[in-house]
């Protein structure tokens, strides 16, 4: 009889010991009984281990799936690093089937792709560097330079890696990715149907499928060899998962590259201060077209201002097109009371309701629920509610109202849901049937737009004020991408509607981005990332004093241990979400192991740790 240790895939449990007749590779997937269920659970050996002095349950089941030695690693790291079981870490994978055979496939491509010298210099330090940081303007090519690492690879019989923050960055790139590398190249993310998702695991196997374009899922895919990742617009948040495993997705693509010696590529118009602070960086500051781009700011707290209906007037009566970008989507984020002063509140969360005009209701965007306009207030009963915080569907119904003869569209998450929506609504732009796109966060993700002339920007000052320590490098970073969006091919202007020109103003131009990141490394030392490690630990449930309790509890032992510090607790900024009562606990320590040590002591049902957290 042979004794194994199993971690059960998805599940928060400690790994188990169970036995077999049969030995067993580790890295299979097999499948176990647990306790008095009748269900049978996956679960992925470990490793082989003593006889244990309790009686042990039977592996019921082998399946023809398994983790590799490097998935095997990597998910441990994951589950010391980010505070989880191994089982959840392992989850992230796809495994390998053993049916599938690497055909030892070779392909010959020629991007024909002629760099520039100055792209020439940094294709070589990315190459002797290894792992490295390509710190490039809009629009200096920094796609072509990424082609070429990949061709190298795969010339090689080696496999690539593309990775992109958002599925909407996607449609573009793959006609980019296909022009050089045919059927070799597979796009990855959650809308692919389950039919392609299975001809690409296959073909990651047998070799035919030499590089993955995709959101960072990609990187948990079954790759028979992997040669070189390329993390693209690095410094975009979306990278960092919202749900257990809370891993960031460019941090574990830099372990991964280093620990199995293989190339990394980072890349960015506006790189993080992380990535600046700790990754060998050259900067490409050369563009391939010359762009003019001319800044204006705006003081008003009009919605559209006399100075941006003129603007955009000008722009799109001269036949080129305009973005407008919004943080918010809806008509407006709050709904305030003229007579009490309260804000309509969602009944599950304690967050304010969006007003959607068109499906005439208010809306919560953390839990979905959805109710019917109100007439009068719902806390005092008589009074009128005005709405503040104006959002994207609102700006589109005014922008209709003022040009009535122009075609005027949304792009945020309630209008494209689907990849199809998405690529429609992308080609128009470009083929100039819609005259002004207005959009979230969605705009800036690095689309190629041609004929993009203008580009509006409303209520960054929302994002510069907002209560984290990474506020100003977000609001900057967004207001330089958006802005690359405007003028790729001679002339653009950037109108930006702000209190805070000074700021804005003098770091806009790309030139003094570096200067900017230098300055934000001296405003964190000793005090925040990168210099410090700090997570988040939630606390949530349903009942309010439970959770208050739980948290006084580890208050308690958090303060006692001296190696890390306890900067703050008390009510989450959002108190209740999804009917949950939520209070956290913000600690930091320049001590890495210290602060792990004192996160794995977290033993609660409660609890929700986010190691690295983004706050």
């Given at each position: 009889?042979?004794?194994?240790?199993?971690?059960?895939?998805?599940?928060?449990?400690?790994?188990?010991?169970?036995?077999?007749?049969?030995?067993?590779?580790?890295?299979?997937?097999?499948?176990?009984?647990?306790?008095?269920?009748?269900?049978?659970?996956?679960?992925?050996?470990?490793?082989?281990?003593?006889?244990?002095?309790?009686?042990?349950?039977?592996?019921?089941?082998?399946?023809?799936?398994?983790?590799?030695?490097?998935?095997?690693?990597?998910?441990?790291?994951?589950?010391?690093?980010?505070?989880?079981?191994?089982?959840?870490?392992?989850?992230?994978?796809?495994?390998?089937?053993?049916?599938?055979?690497?055909?030892?496939?070779?392909?010959?491509?020629?991007?024909?792709?002629?760099?520039?010298?100055?792209?020439?210099?940094?294709?070589?330090?990315?190459?002797?560097?290894?792992?490295?940081?390509?710190?490039?303007?809009?629009?200096?090519?920094?796609?072509?330079?990424?082609?070429?690492?990949?061709?190298?690879?795969?010339?090689?019989?080696?496999?690539?890696?593309?990775?992109?923050?958002?599925?909407?960055?996607?449609?573009?790139?793959?006609?980019?990715?296909?022009?050089?590398?045919?059927?070799?190249?597979?796009?990855?993310?959650?809308?692919?149907?389950?039919?392609?998702?299975?001809?690409?695991?296959?073909?990651?196997?047998?070799?035919?499928?030499?590089?993955?374009?995709?959101?960072?899922?990609?990187?948990?895919?079954?790759?028979?060899?992997?040669?070189?990742?390329?993390?693209?617009?690095?410094?975009?948040?979306?990278?960092k998962s919202d749900s257990k495993p809370r891993f960031h997705t460019k941090d574990l693509a830099i372990y991964i590259a280093k620990k199995f010696d293989m190339q990394l590529v980072l890349g960015s118009a506006t790189v993080s201060t992380s990535s600046f602070h700790k990754i060998p960086f050259?900067?490409?500051?050369?563009?391939?077209?010359?762009?003019?781009?001319?800044?204006?700011?705006?003081?008003?707290?009009?919605?559209?201002?006399?100075?941006?209906?003129?603007?955009?007037?000008?722009?799109?009566?001269?036949?080129?097109?305009?973005?407008?970008?919004?943080?918010?989507?809806?008509?407006?984020?709050?709904?305030?009371?003229?007579?009490?002063?309260?804000?309509?509140?969602?009944?599950?969360?304690?967050?304010?309701?969006?007003?959607?005009?068109?499906?005439?209701?208010?809306?919560?965007?953390?839990?979905?629920?959805?109710?019917?306009?109100?007439?009068?207030?719902?806390?005092?009963?008589?009074?009128?509610?005005?709405?503040?915080?104006?959002?994207?569907?609102?700006?589109?119904?005014?922008?209709?109202?003022?040009?009535?003869?122009?075609?005027?569209?949304?792009?945020?998450?309630?209008?494209?849901?689907?990849?199809?929506?998405?690529?429609?609504?992308?080609?128009?732009?470009?083929?100039?049937?819609?005259?002004?796109?207005?959009?979230?966060?969605?705009?800036?993700?690095?689309?190629?737009?041609?004929?993009?002339?203008?580009?509006?920007?409303?209520?960054?000052?929302?994002?510069?004020?907002?209560?984290?320590?990474?506020?100003?490098?977000?609001?900057?970073?967004?207001?330089?991408?958006?802005?690359?969006?405007?003028?790729?091919?001679?002339?653009?202007?950037?109108?930006?509607?702000?209190?805070?020109?000074?700021?804005?103003?003098?770091?806009?131009?790309?030139?003094?981005?570096?200067?900017?990141?230098?300055?934000?490394?001296?405003?964190?030392?000793?005090?925040?990332?990168?210099?410090?490690?700090?997570?988040?630990?939630?606390?949530?449930?349903?009942?309010?004093?439970?959770?208050?309790?739980?948290?006084?509890?580890?208050?308690?032992?958090?303060?006692?241990?001296?190696?890390?510090?306890?900067?703050?607790?008390?009510?989450?900024?959002?108190?209740?979400?999804?009917?949950?009562?939520?209070?956290?606990?913000?600690?930091?320590?320049?001590?890495?192991?210290?602060?792990?040590?004192?996160?794995?002591?977290?033993?609660?049902?409660?609890?929700?740790?986010?190691?690295?957290?983004?706050?």
């Amino acid at each position: 009889m042979h004794y194994y240790e199993l971690a059960l895939l998805k599940s928060p449990l400690n790994n188990l010991t169970y036995q077999s007749e049969e030995k067993i590779q580790i890295g299979t997937k097999v499948k176990v009984k647990l306790q008095r269920r009748k269900v049978l659970n996956d679960a992925v050996v470990i490793k082989e281990v003593e006889k244990p002095s309790f009686k042990c349950v039977s592996i019921e089941e082998l399946t023809k799936e398994y983790y590799n030695s490097q998935m095997l690693q990597t998910a441990h790291f994951v589950s010391q690093y980010y505070v989880c079981s191994l089982g959840e870490a392992l989850s992230v994978y796809i495994p390998f089937n053993s049916d599938i055979k690497d055909l030892k496939q070779s392909y010959e491509f020629d991007s024909k792709i002629e760099l520039s010298p100055e792209q020439n210099k940094a294709y070589t330090f990315l190459n002797e560097k290894k792992q490295a940081l390509l710190f490039a303007n809009t629009g200096s090519g920094k796609t072509e330079i990424y082609i070429k690492i990949i061709e190298n690879h795969i010339k090689e019989n080696k496999q690539a890696i593309l990775l992109m923050p958002e599925i909407s960055l996607t449609p573009q790139m793959q006609k980019r990715l296909e022009k050089v590398f045919g059927d070799s190249i597979a796009i990855w993310h959650s809308k692919v149907t389950k039919k392609k998702k299975e001809e690409i695991l296959t073909g990651l196997q047998d070799g035919s499928i030499k590089l993955v374009a995709g959101a960072r899922s990609a990187l948990f895919l079954p790759y028979a060899n992997l040669g070189v990742i390329v993390v693209d617009e690095e410094h975009d948040e979306s990278y960092k998962s919202d749900s257990k495993p809370r891993f960031h997705t460019k941090d574990l693509a830099i372990y991964i590259a280093k620990k199995f010696d293989m190339q990394l590529v980072l890349g960015s118009a506006t790189v993080s201060t992380s990535s600046f602070h700790k990754i060998p960086f050259i900067r490409l500051d050369k563009t391939y077209h010359n762009t003019n781009k001319h800044y204006v700011f705006d003081e008003s707290d009009a919605n559209l201002s006399p100075l941006i209906i003129n603007k955009i007037s000008q722009t799109v009566q001269s036949g080129n097109q305009v973005i407008v970008f919004l943080p918010t989507r809806a008509n407006f984020k709050y709904q305030i009371c003229t007579t009490c002063g309260k804000s309509v509140e969602c009944p599950f969360c304690s967050v304010s309701m969006s007003l959607h005009k068109n499906d005439l209701a208010l809306k919560c965007h953390y839990c979905g629920y959805a109710q019917k306009i109100p007439e009068t207030c719902p806390s005092c009963n008589n009074g009128i509610i005005h709405n503040l915080r104006v959002g994207t569907a609102q700006i589109e119904e005014e922008l209709n109202e003022i040009f009535t003869d122009k075609v005027i569209k949304r792009f945020d998450r309630d209008k494209v849901k689907t990849n199809t929506q998405l690529k429609a609504i992308l080609n128009d732009f470009n083929k100039g049937k819609i005259d002004i796109l207005v959009g979230t966060q969605m705009l800036s993700k690095g689309h190629d737009y041609h004929n993009v002339k203008l580009a509006v920007v409303l209520g960054i000052d929302s994002l510069l004020n907002m209560n984290s320590y990474k506020a100003r490098e977000r609001a900057l970073s967004l207001l330089i991408q958006i802005s690359g969006r405007s003028g790729r091919k001679g002339e653009g202007e950037v109108v930006i509607q702000t209190k805070n020109e000074d700021f804005f103003d003098y770091y806009l131009n790309e030139s003094n981005y570096q200067e900017f990141l230098e300055s934000e490394l001296e405003f964190r030392e000793e005090l925040y990332p990168p210099y410090v490690k700090m997570a988040k630990v939630i606390f949530a449930h349903t009942n309010g004093l439970k959770v208050k309790d739980e948290l006084d509890k580890y208050i308690a032992i958090l303060k006692a241990n001296k190696d890390i510090e306890v900067v703050g607790f008390g009510q989450s900024p959002i108190f209740k979400m999804a009917n949950k009562y939520r209070y956290e606990i913000i600690l930091r320590s320049s001590n890495v192991k210290a602060l792990l040590t004192a996160l794995h002591t977290i033993n609660s049902p409660l609890a929700i740790i986010d190691m690295d957290t983004i706050y």
